[in-house]
């Protein structure tokens, strides 16, 4: 994990969010989290929880506020990531 | 950590805890030498100059249950001294305003007491939480610090980008200082003696709601906070000796802050910190730290305890042990039986004792505290006929069975030196049972809104009784709420005003002013939905769908929730006959369209 690229990350999400929104539609880097997923935020939080967990970080409350489409959290994730080794 | 060493009395041990361990600090312990006074003082500092003398404190926990710092209450009154004449050499009047963004830290606390030595008032401001919102929370920020007329403002390294950004947009900058606590501790101390606070004094202002352009500051005194803390202490929980307490609520919620911080000192108990977003992420810590230190008296709002059912696996349980915790305060939003219910049903097998549910009322516009149950009775409720309920505004106790029912939880008795009334449209006292706008009056009642005189007379009567907003009725003297009048929406335990809402909707070019209208409405599940419908000339359905998404964007940061947008031809909105909107009528167009039945209990409203 400590290899992991930011595609694979992006990927990952885009997996993930699928899921959590139990949406038919694909999800893609540009998905807009709240328009388009309607990410809800017992959703989010659970999200948070996941990635923290798969990614071994602590995602602080204050980045989520730029937040806003999929590429967005994966990049942030991946910052996070990096800042962290 | 097993049930039987925890009833010896052998005090919490940090398990698992390598960080603690490394740093060599440990918690607060639970019993003090130092002789319980219960809130018996008539200011803040100096129930913290008396909780000085013993052990106990507050600790601070890591999202992963790991012990991140302890404050002490001796070490706080010391560093807040010290603090108070730092600020104290800035220069500032006597009752000058110091905004604090409240995460959940010593720092914070440290701040908020140096405030009072130091003869100035806080206020604590929220942390952004949501998605994509920082505009929002910028000017949540903006609004509060011109609203108070702050002449300080204090934001940790995490924040302060958010906090420098709302100053450089003030357009009525009264601020002399602004910055990190580190920054903070560079200033000198100032040679001068710390004066006495006195009763009438301000203690701190609460900001309600996360307003976007006028939010209000409740203004509580040193005497209506004390008066509120005996009555908790003494009255609500009947604090004793061996009291620990365990809490993720936010320090800028009047809850969190007066509830489970102020409360816990003026008794001299030791507290458990979790920060309230990593409560979020990971509610089993919250329980794990009650299990752990065997916490007795720990709060939420009845979503937390949705969360918690939620996200508790099977395997959670073996390793809680629950049977300490004896005040399971449940408040701020409406509480309904059966969150109560599935939380007793999930936890019993960790040795949650469903007699600890306290369900209580208050608002911040008086202190927190309103009214209690007896402590040690569990959640108590009564069944009352649906179709009476809606037509004739009458609680009449279901008898037979297959009748429709409304239930509604006890929220108690007024705490001493209070009372509640409850009155009907004309402003006159509705008999037992009778469903009608809840008015408080008391010690504990605010002295109105900072600087605000039109709010404050909207609020308070000229005979001192509170419109609380709150809808419900009284039976046997004990207090139950039916639902709020429809001008705030509660989301996920968050109070949102729906004017809130329909002014976001008419900053958009297309929206026109009072074409708006916000409300929520009741899901299958419970749960509460905001509901958004604006007038609009668009004809384009691309136009229209671009409207609605930014509409859905816009809520979503601000307050975190989905919305759902209708765009409605103009004047489809009803009005009243002075030309304002009617939300209550717009709701039930709404309705209507969508062909929606609703459940009475969440939609009672009244005028």
Known sequence: MSEVTQEQITELLCQRLAYFTETRMEVFPETNLITHLAIDSVKLLNLVMEIEDQFDISVPLNTLVDVLTVQDLADLIYKIKLSSQ | ?607
């Open chain 2, 1 to 607: 950590m097993s049930s039987t060493i925890a009833k010896l009395g052998i005090p919490p041990v940090q398990k698992n805890d390598s960080q603690s361990l490394r740093i060599g600090i440990a918690p607060t312990p639970t019993h003090n030498l130092l002789a319980q006074r219960r809130a018996n003082f008539t200011t803040l500092v100096e129930s913290l100059e008396y909780a000085a003398q013993g052990e106990t404190g507050y600790n601070f926990y890591d999202s992963r249950g790991n012990l991140k710092s302890v404050l002490p209450y001796r070490v706080l009154c010391t560093n807040s001294k010290i603090i108070a004449k730092r600020l104290s050499g800035l220069g500032l009047a006597r009752n000058s305003r110091v905004a604090l963004i409240a995460d959940t830290t010593p720092a914070f606390i440290e701040l908020f007491f140096a405030c009072r030595f130091a003869g100035l008032i806080p206020f604590a401001m929220p942390v952004p939480v949501n998605l994509g919102s920082r505009a929002i929370y910028v000017q949540q920020l903006r609004g509060m610090l011109e609203s108070s007329r702050a002449n300080v403002a204090v934001a940790s390294l995490d924040f302060i980008e958010f906090l420098n950004e709302a100053v450089n947009g003030l357009v009525n900058n009264e601020l002399k200082w602004s910055g990190t606590p580190e920054q903070l501790d560079l200033l000198p101390e100032a040679d001068v003696a710390l004066l006495p606070n006195t009763p009438d004094e301000t203690a701190y202002l609460q900001f309600t709601s996360g307003s976007t352009r006028l939010p209000r500051g409740v203004v509580i005194t040193e005497k209506a906070l004390m008066a509120n803390l005996q009555g908790i202490v003494c009255n609500g929980l009947d604090v004793r000796f061996g009291d620990r307490c365990a809490s993720w609520l936010p320090f800028y919620h009047d809850m969190g802050l007066v509830g489970l911080v102020l409360a816990p000192l003026a008794a001299q108990l030791s507290v458990d910190y979790l920060a309230t977003r990593d409560f979020a992420v990971r509610p089993l810590q919250w329980l794990k730290l009650i299990s752990r230190n065997r916490c007795t008296i720990a709060f939420s709002q009845p979503f937390g305890l949705k969360l918690c059912t939620l996200r508790a696996r099977e395997s959670d349980l073996v390793d809680l042990d629950l049977s300490s915790w004896r005040a399971a305060g449940v408040g701020a939003e409406m509480i309904r039986l059966d969150t109560l219910k599935s939380f007793a049903a999930k936890f019993s097998a960790a040795g949650f004792d469903e007699r600890a549910f306290l369900p209580c009322y208050g608002l911040a516009e008086s202190t927190l505290a309103v009214s209690f149950p007896d402590i040690g009775l569990g959640a108590r409720s009564l069944r009352v006929d649906a179709k009476t309920l809606i037509e004739k505004k009458i609680a009449v106790r279901v008898q037979a069975d297959g009748r429709k029912y409304n239930e509604f939880v006890n929220c108690g008795r007024p705490l001493p030196g209070h009372e509640v009334r409850v009155v009907d449209e004309a402003d006159h006292e509705v008999p037992h049972m009778t469903v009608g706008s809840i008015l408080v009056r008391g010690e504990s009642v605010m002295s109105g809104y900072f600087n605000n005189a039109d709010e404050t007379a909207r609020a308070i009567r000229l005979d001192g009784w509170l419109d609380t907003g709150d809808i419900g009725f009284l039976f046997e003297g004990d207090l139950y709420i039916t639902g709020r009048r429809t001008d705030v929406i509660i989301v996920n335990g968050r109070n949102i005003r729906a004017q809130d809402v329909e002014e976001l909707a008419e900053q958009q070019p297309e929206v026109r002013a009072r074409e708006a209208s916000a409300f929520g409405v009741s899901n299958e599940d419970g749960s509460t939905s905001v509901v958004l419908v604006v007038e609009c000339r668009l004809a384009s359905a691309v136009d229209r769908q671009s409207l609605i998404n930014r509409l859905q964007q816009m809520v979503y940061m601000a307050f975190g929730v989905s919305c759902l947008v209708e765009l409605v031809p103009p004047h489809t909105l009803p009005r009243t006959s002075s030309g304002k909107l009617s939300r209550f009528a717009a709701r039930q167009g709404f309705l209507q369209r969508a062909n929606l039945e609703q459940p009475v209990a969440t939609t009672y409203t009244a005028g």
